[in-house]
């Protein structure tokens, strides 16, 4: 199994342009999710999916468009990149979204900077 | 809504030494907990979880958390510090907000130092 995968690895990108960021599992994962880590914050969670077809708001979702047309990919949309968008972005799934089986499993994350 | 808070943004301890990363939480209803690691310019890897019964977990490269619910803690033990020790640590808890459970919250991490 890859796991967890996430594209492009790093990204630069112009105030106003929009792009996707890439992610697909193959675990057969029921939830996905999108984080982003910005120094001294943590993660904070994005959007996240329960199943194909279902998608919610995180935290932090403002400025982001996910959908989820199959199990294996989750794509993030910027729509209009702003600088405060600059961060890096982990991508995570697990089998399920509660209980005991929430060990999420964490892609090796994409460096966006926006100028 | 639940919190997590990791105290102490930076621990710097000697090579041999023991690791206490602490980890405080709040949860309105029973907690899922987990520690996660992350080295450089990598992703997250899972350390350990506690979910229900035992409160002392272990998990792997020697590291291991007790659950104490009086306290709402979460703490990360190691008994003896390695250089490959270095790293970033987060504590999380499984959130939920009214539909169910949506993800993790994180602590804003705790950086490893180890000295020589």
């Known amino acids: 199994n890859a796991g967890v995968t996430q594209t492009p690895k790093f990204q630069v990108l112009k105030t106003g342009q929009s792009m996707t960021l890439q992610c697909a599992q193959d675990m057969n994962h029921e939830y996905m999710s999108w984080y982003r880590q910005d120094p001294g914050m943590g993660l904070r969670l994005i959007h996240y999916s329960v199943g194909a077809g279902i998608t919610d708001q995180g935290e932090v979702p403002n400025g982001y468009n996910v959908s989820r047309s199959t199990t294996e990919d989750f794509p993030l949309r910027l729509l209009s990149a702003a600088p405060s968008q600059t961060s890096v972005y982990f991508c995570?799934?697990?089998?399920?979204?509660?209980?005991?089986?929430?060990?999420?499993?964490f892609g090796p994350g994409t460096r966006l900077t926006v100028l | 809504a639940q919190s997590v808070t990791q105290l102490g943004s930076h621990v710097s301890v000697s090579e041999g030494a023991l690791v206490l990363l602490r980890c405080n939480y709040s949860s309105s209803v029973p907690p899922y907990l987990f520690w996660y690691v992350q080295y450089p310019n990598q992703g997250l890897q899972l350390l350990l979880k506690?979910?229900?019964?035992?409160?002392l977990v272990k998990g792997i490269n020697g590291f291991e958390a007790e659950f104490k619910k009086s306290e709402t803690s979460f703490h990360l033990t190691k008994p003896s510090a390695h250089m490959s020790d270095a790293a970033e640590y987060f504590c999380?808890?499984?959130?939920?907000?009214?539909?169910?459970?949506?993800?993790?919250?994180f602590g804003k991490g705790t950086h490893l130092i180890i000295q020589p």
């Open positions: 995570a799934s697990s089998l399920t979204s509660g209980g005991a089986r929430n060990e999420q499993f």
């Open positions: 999380a808890v499984t959130s939920y907000s009214g539909g169910g459970a949506d993800g993790l919250t």
């Open positions: 506690y979910t229900t019964g035992a409160t």
